[in-house]
């Protein structure tokens, strides 16, 4: 079955640019001309990847991007014709998972694209394999001595405490945690979570894991669960 894109662009000789050439790849797309339209579209198709316009009538990008995050844990790649550091920290913090700014090529979109539905699907086969024996409950619960991972309801909770964690810092330590004890290169938590032809650097895996840090480390500056190895990486210690 091809995989579902919703389309989130008000300007209509760029969406129907964008179905096209979305379409030529084989991926089953509908579109949506501003906020609400959106948010609509997305609880009613559940797609697998949202590709999201921040500026919008009805409710912004940002705001879209907030509501579904509540709600859904899709991909969204979100489009700006803003080349400004501080839409990009705030789409990020609002839980875009990458950003993209206009004018771009559709080489590097079609190639952003690919990299989150690989990134998605290479996560679903981790979780695949990592299976928590039956018990009385339901749901699938990884528990790390006072942090406990639902593979479930893919919520993170540290003594009990339902954490904020954004889509990207879920995975990344769901990641970890299938990999506990072992030195994690940059280059390869790079690879595997945000996929081989990502156009960023290995310092987004350095911010990933500081936000992390301070949301489930007793001291942040001091970390001893996930620890740093000096010229190597990362190793998780549970």
């Known amino acids: 079955m091809a995989e579902k894109i919703l389309v989130v662009e008000d300007e209509p000789s760029l969406q129907e640019t964008l179905i096209y050439n979305l379409e030529k790849q084989g991926y089953s797309v509908e579109a949506a001309g501003d906020g ?20 919008l009538p009805e409710l912004d990008g940002f705001e879209v991007c907030k509501i579904l995050r509540k ?17 990009r920290v705030v789409g990020l913090e609002v839980g875009a998972d990458d950003y993209l700014t ?8 079609m190639a952003r694209v690919k990299a989150q539905l690989r990134r998605t699907g290479m ?13 009385d409950s339901p749901q699938e619960v990884l528990t790390l001595h006072n942090l406990k991972i639902n593979l479930t309801r893919r919520e993170v909770l540290l003594d009990d405490q339902v954490l904020a964690l954004k889509p990207q ?11 506990k004890g072992q030195m994690l290169s940059r280059e390869f938590i790079l690879e595997r979570l ?17 936000w992390l840090r301070q949301k489930i480390e ?9 620890v740093t190895v000096r010229g190597g990486g990362y190793r998780f210690e549970g």
Not at 103 to 108: D, G, I, K, L
Not at 218 to 226: F, H, M, S, V, Y
Request: glycine letters at 4%; aromatic letters at 8%.
């Open 123 to 135: 996560l679903r086969e981790e979780m695949a394999k990592l299976k928590i024996p039956e018990t």
């Open 36 to 55: 609400r339209a959106a948010i609509e579209a997305a609880r009613r198709i559940a797609p697998d990847l949202i590709v999201l316009d921040v500026m």
């Open 102 to 109: 206009k004018p771009f090529s559709m080489r590097e979109l």
């Open 218 to 226: 007793k001291e942040a500056g001091e970390p001893t669960r996930i």
């Open 194 to 210: 945000w996929g081989w032809d990502y156009t960023g650097d290995s310092r987004t895996v350095d911010v990933h894991v500081r």
């Open 71 to 87: 709600e859904m844990t899709v991909p969204i790649l979100m489009l700006t014709a803003r080349d400004n550091e501080i839409d």
């Open 169 to 179: 810092e879920y995975d990344l330590l769901l990641f970890f945690a299938q990999h």
